[in-house]
Structure formats: C-alpha cells, structure tokens
C-alpha cells in the first residue's frame, strides 16, 4: 500500500509543474502549484514512515525526504508569491 501511495505522490508533483507551466490563467497556474506543493508534503510524510520501519537504506530515504522538502519549499514560496 505504501508503494502505490509513494509513487502516486511522488510522481504526480513533477505531473503537476509541469501542467502549471502549461497553465491557461493564473488561477489555474496557482491550483497546479498548490497540487504540487500538496502531493510534495505527501511525499514526505511517506518516506518519513518508510524511513521509521526501516524499509529501505537510511541513506535513500534520507535523500529522498531532502528533495521531496526541498520542492515542498519551492511550491510553497511560489504559492504564497502568488497571493
């Protein structure tokens, strides 16, 4: 269950910054962001669950929270510049 959540999350960001550059208005360009932004912290909270049963090496896991907090941090700040 985990895995098919992970990769729904993990895989529709990038899905969904990309729709935003495509973006037809900025109230669509915004929701795209705010999609992104939501399925990024998704991502994070499974790792962060992958990472405390142990299910895979520390160091994967470790990288891939760093990325997914890192994008996190980007849709958020774009979000917040768009208000």
């Not at 959540?5 to 109230?27: C, D, F, L």
């Not at 941090?73 to 208000?83: D, E, H, L, Q, Y």
């Amino acid at each position: 269950m985990i895995r098919n959540q992970i990769t729904k999350s993990g895989t529709s960001i990038g899905a969904n910054y990309r729709e935003a550059n495509r973006a037809r208005s900025k109230a669509d360009f915004s929701n795209k962001i705010s999609i992104a932004e939501s399925e990024a912290s998704e991502t994070a909270y499974w790792l962060e669950i992958i990472e405390e049963l142990a299910w895979a090496e520390i160091q994967m896991v470790q990288a891939a929270m760093k990325e997914a907090n890192e994008l996190l941090a980007i849709f958020t700040s774009i979000g917040k510049n768009m208000k």
